[in-house]
């Protein structure tokens, strides 16, 4: 006999998601937008309490995936590989790949470079908080050029 979870009563984060959630035999896919508890409603089933499962004796399988996180995660981790290889820093970036909305080439996402930017900066040691500030200042110089009411700020 397949088991599987029939239904789960839930009260997350106080009362913000609560109810019963039904599912059906087979794969139950769980998506939404960042922020709306998709991470917690796993936790919750993961831990047991208030599921409901067909066969209660019977052992149950569970995999919680993210391809959206893995893809991103890999992206970053590829690019993060590539500008440590070539020890480019980010004038030299800018300089030598325009930025192309138009195009499929790929480039670093803000936060990549923010890390990488950080990260260079942390090399000699120091407050990390005022290395932070001035990696925010580098990246705000570059912003500044390409969107004059926009800023980036770093806490």
């Known amino acids: 006999m397949r088991n599987y979870i029939e239904s789960a009563d839930l009260n997350i984060q106080g009362g913000l998601l609560a109810g019963t959630i039904a599912f059906k035999p087979g794969l139950n896919l769980i998506s ?25 004796t019977a052992n149950l399988r569970r ?3 993210s391809p959206k996180r893995n893809a991103q995660r890999r992206a970053f981790q590829q690019i993060y590989a590539q500008l440590r290889q070539q020890n480019v820093k980010l004038e030299g970036l800018l300089n030598t790949r325009g930025i192309n909305d138009a195009a499929f080439e790929e480039y670093p996402a803000l936060g990549d470079l923010f890390y990488v930017v950080y990260e ?4 000699d040691g120091g407050n990390q908080i005022d290395k932070m500030q001035k990696s ?13 009411h926009y800023a980036l700020v770093a806490t």
Request: aromatic share 6%; proline share 2%; with cysteine.
């Open 120 to 123: 260079d900066f942390c090399r």
């Open 63 to 65: 995999q919680a995936i």
């Open 136 to 148: 925010a200042i580098e990246l705000n110089r570059v912003i500044s050029r390409l969107f004059l």
């Open 32 to 56: 939404g937008e960042n922020g709306t508890f998709k991470t917690k409603l796993l936790q919750s089933l993961a831990a047991g309490s208030g599921v409901h499962l067909k066969s209660p």
